[in-house]
T-cell receptor, first 108, second 113 residues
Framework: AQRVTQPEKLLSVFKGAPVELKCNYSYSGSPELFWYVQYSRQRLQLLLRHISRESIKGFTADLNKGETSFHLKKPFAQEEDSAMYYCALPQGAQKLVFGQGTRLTINP | EAQVTQNPRYLITVTGKKLTVTCSQNMNHEYMSWYRQDPGLGLRQIYYSMNVEVTDKGDVPEGYKVSRKEKRNFPLILESPSPNQTSLYFC????????????FGSGTRLTVV
């Protein structure tokens, strides 16, 4: 079965510093991967998806099939980026498999 | 506005008292799903539905029921809630399933005492 691993439960960086949230997956084909963000007490929102190659709120993510990774990056962190971030992978059409999430805190 | 609406947002109930959490989407999406979110466990799928009258179990279906009588609604039913069902619940919908991503509701925080 597909699996998503986010090795860091907590990540703290200073405002203006680069951010990288790690995501590794197990899947034998060409995966479709997502990053979701959950701000305090709010719903999960789609941040970006692999196939669209968009940059949302300054975040980007590149699929590395060799390393089976889909790390989320932002060159300069902002305080409003503090949130919970989840990486997700479809398992069939019926389910998204989520990693356990990384809580990102941006220090002023 | 395109959205998934869940009610109630917060609910405290007692063990064994049947309850229903409603979910409605206005995007004409085929797929709907329920997840629960627990600290340290992330999000786990409870049930999903691929269309009207088509539902199936997710990873943690025990103690839950669902129905999909209309395309827009997908209620989650707890026939006899227990304290281990205390959790944050999210309903989600998708136009074509997981490969398209899901749009999530605002969540329902349930406490069973």
């Amino acid at each position: 079965a597909q699996r998503v691993t986010q090795p860091e439960k907590l990540l703290s960086v200073f405002k203006g510093a680069p951010v990288e949230l790690k995501c590794n997956y197990s899947y034998s084909g060409s995966p479709e991967l997502f990053w979701y963000v959950q701000y305090s007490r709010q719903r999960l929102q789609l941040l970006l998806r692999h196939i669209s190659r968009e940059s949302i709120k300054g975040f980007t993510a590149d699929l590395n099939k060799g390393e089976t990774s889909f790390h989320l990056k932002k060159p300069f962190a902002q305080e409003e980026d503090s949130a919970m971030y989840y990486c997700a992978l479809p398992q069939g059409a019926q389910k998204l498999v989520f990693g356990q999430g990384t809580r990102l805190t941006i220090n002023p | 506005e395109a959205q998934v609406t869940q009610n109630p947002r917060y609910l405290i109930t007692v063990t064994g008292k049947k309850l229903t959490v409603t979910c409605s989407q206005n995007m004409n999406h085929e797929y709907m799903s329920w997840y629960r979110q627990d600290p340290g466990l992330g999000l786990r799928q409870i049930y999903y539905s691929m269309n009207v009258e088509v539902t199936d179990k997710g990873d943690v279906p025990e103690g839950y029921k669902v129905s999909r009588k209309e395309k827009r609604n997908f209620p989650l039913i707890l026939e006899s809630p227990s304290p281990n069902q205390t959790s944050l619940y999210f309903c989600a919908s998708s136009p074509g399933g997981a490969y398209y991503g899901y749009t999530f509701g605002s969540g329902t925080r349930l406490t069973v005492v």
